[in-house]
């Protein structure tokens, strides 16, 4: 199965920018590109996915590299309530297995 | 959009005795459940997966006896802890997979005594 690499935790500062990098150097091209947010003591939350084109939504926007070997999630301007544990998730077409990494902590100081 | 109804929220029972957490989808069909566990500071660890009116497929080293998953229908799967052991204590999560793509519960705290 192809695996994720990110960063253990990161830090920004309330309302500036959060760009959250992951590396998949070994995706293959079918597989989907998820990421997935857990506050403390909740259930995993969707924020974004994508296949090849960098995608936005409310949440954040994701953008994938021309390789797909990396991509990265942006949080435009954090907030307090972004503070989470970001997971990067590879999910393989025509599979519904959804394995989870270790994540990102991100920590956004007021 | 879709929600997963997850209950209970947490749990304490004594060492010995059995506990059932159950999983709803409240809006679309669950074809695929998957249930997940989460000890402090980690990350999920996927345990099984079922589809509706199948047996649950487990993950290695996760044992079936022990972790008995029903899922009767498209909207409602259980996760039944048998004997449950203090080294059962930890977070579980259930994630239901249908049109909506992936949606998860809010997680039950078991704690074991």
């Known amino acids: 199965d192809a695996k994720t690499t990110q960063p253990n935790s990161m830090e920004s500062n309330e309302e500036e920018p959060v760009h959250l990098p992951c590396n998949h150097s070994t995706i293959s091209g079918t597989d989907y590109i998820h990421w997935y947010r857990q506050l403390p003591s909740q259930g995993p939350e969707y924020v974004i996915h994508g296949l090849t084109s960098n995608v936005n939504n409310r949440m954040a926007s994701l953008a994938i590299a021309e390789d797909r070997k990396s991509s990265t999630l942006i949080l435009h301007r954090a907030t307090l309530r972004d503070a989470a544990v970001y997971y990067c998730?590879?999910?393989?077409?025509?599979?519904?297995?959804?394995?989870f990494g270790a994540g990102t902590r991100l920590t956004v100081k007021p | 959009g879709a929600v997963v109804s997850q209950h209970p929220s947490w749990v304490i029972c004594k060492s010995g005795t059995s506990v059932k957490i159950e999983c709803r989808s409240l809006?679309?069909?669950?074809?695929?459940m998957f249930w997940y566990r989460q000890f402090p500071k980690q990350s999920l660890m996927l345990m099984a997966t079922?589809?509706?009116?199948?047996?649950?497929?487990?993950e290695q080293g996760v044992e079936k006896d022990k972790f008995l998953i029903n899922h009767a229908s498209l909207t409602l799967s259980t996760l039944t802890v048998t004997s449950a052991h203090p080294e059962d204590s930890s977070f579980y999560i259930c994630?239901?997979?249908?049109?909506?793509?992936?949606?998860f519960g809010s997680g039950t705290r078991l704690t074991v005594v």
């Open positions: 079922s589809n509706e009116g199948s047996k649950a497929t487990y």
């Open positions: 994630s239901g997979f249908g049109a909506y793509g992936y949606t």
């Open positions: 809006d679309f069909q669950a074809t695929t």
């Open positions: 998730i590879l999910r393989v077409y025509n599979n519904n297995d959804m394995r």
